[in-house]
């Protein structure tokens, strides 16, 4: 069964560097998702990405935070300077157009990214 | 601005039981409903979606219900197993084609054996 998939599972960065999160959305998915969850609090969204647009951005996503479709099947969030309350599980999640789907989104398992 | 709670936090009961898992929302003018499956440390299993028009949908043990203009959604668990055990967590989502999910917090059920 198609999955969402994201590398690395965890990754542990100084404070102020930038890091890159991947993610190879399911492959006939046209819309696609950040969101993070720090421990202990909701699952928050941070942006929506539709035909190389944002199409919707949260609060939370602010100039630090950039997305790209660098290629065909990747989908990344790059933080520029991490801070410290960047620390969190990272979701990237996909949908599918169309009357059947409903936007049903599937999650990949996560990057688990620590700042130190 | 939509508000998704789930009461309670958590929740244990013994193997076999059968339970329902509540979650309510503040803007009914919702596009879909999905229940997801968190176990510790592990990504999200979507379990069920259910559109606006809907009122309820069922896969295998598992059933939801969902009433739109009281804003509320249940989980309905049958015959509840220890691998049940993790956080369930409801999410809505507005209209548009790739609109955003809010979630709730999630209740953790721990099913004893």
């Known amino acids: 069964e198609p999955e969402v998939t994201q590398t690395p599972s965890h990754q542990v960065t100084q404070m102020g560097q930038e890091v890159i999160l991947r993610c190879v959305p399911i492959?006939?998915?046209?819309?696609f998702y950040w969101y993070r969850q720090i421990l202990g609090q909701k699952v928050e969204f941070l942006v929506s990405f539709y035909n190389n647009e944002i199409s919707e951005k949260s609060e939370i996503f602010d100039d630090q935070f950039s997305v790209e479709r660098p290629d065909g099947s990747n989908f990344t969030l790059k933080i520029r300077s991490t801070k410290l309350e960047d620390s969190a599980m990272y979701f990237c999640a996909s949908s599918s157009p169309g009357t059947r789907s409903y936007n049903e989104q599937f999650f990949g398992p996560g990057t688990r990214l620590t700042v130190l | 601005k939509q508000e998704v709670t789930q009461i309670p936090a958590a929740l244990s009961v013994p193997e076999g039981e059968n339970l329902v898992l509540n979650c309510s929302f503040t803007d009914s003018a919702i596009y879909n409903l999905q229940w997801f499956r968190q176990d510790p440390g592990k990504g999200l299993t979507s379990l069920l979606l259910?559109?606006?028009?809907?009122r309820e949908q069922t896969s295998g043990r598992l059933n939801a219900s969902l009433d739109k203009s009281s804003g509320r959604s249940t989980l309905y668990i049958a015959a509840s197993q220890p691998g049940d055990s993790a956080t369930y967590l409801c999410a809505v989502t507005g209209a548009g084609a790739n609109s955003k999910l809010t979630f709730g917090k999630g209740i953790t059920l721990s099913v004893r054996p």
């Open positions: 259910i559109q606006s028009s809907q």
């Open positions: 492959s006939n998915h046209l819309y």
